[in-house]
């Protein structure tokens, strides 16, 4: 499967953001796929996960109360709905994809998109 994420830009702090992670192939709900972000200088890591059927979503805790992840298998996509957004949230931001129901560990992902930058000015 190959993944393409978009939606970022520049927002104000406080502000809202969603993302998209559109996927190709006709096998999409068979992946569970996963948000990441990496800023400046520190590893990636991750933020939100949503098994294949939607029944399951997971949040790190920095992002808990704030980020929406949701899917639609029909349209082969993925979201991440950011709300109440904060300088700290500035990263590049990854959708990957995995073949386990649902995970938070990175090297459990065997797809990765290019990601879109977020910034977040105070």
């Known amino acids: 499967v190959q993944l393409q994420a978009f939606g970022g830009g520049l927002v104000q702090a406080g502000g809202c953001q969603r993302l998209?992670?559109?996927?190709?192939?006709?096998?999409?709900?068979?992946?569970?796929i996963g948000w990441f972000r990496q800023a400046p200088e520190k590893e990636r890591e991750y933020v939100a996960a949503i098994s294949r059927s939607a029944a399951i979503t997971y949040y790190a805790d920095s992002v808990k109360g704030r980020f929406t992840i949701s899917r639609d298998n029909a349209k082969n996509t993925v979201y991440l709905q950011m709300n109440s957004l904060k300088p700290e949230d500035t990263a590049v931001y990854y959708c990957?994809?995995?073949?386990?129901?649902?995970?938070?560990?990175?090297?459990?992902?065997?797809?990765w998109g290019q990601g879109t930058q977020v910034t977040v000015s105070s």
């Open positions: 990957a994809a995995s073949t386990r129901v649902i995970t938070i560990y990175k090297n459990e992902y065997d797809y």
């Open positions: 998209s992670c559109a996927a190709s192939g006709r096998t999409f709900s068979r992946y569970a």
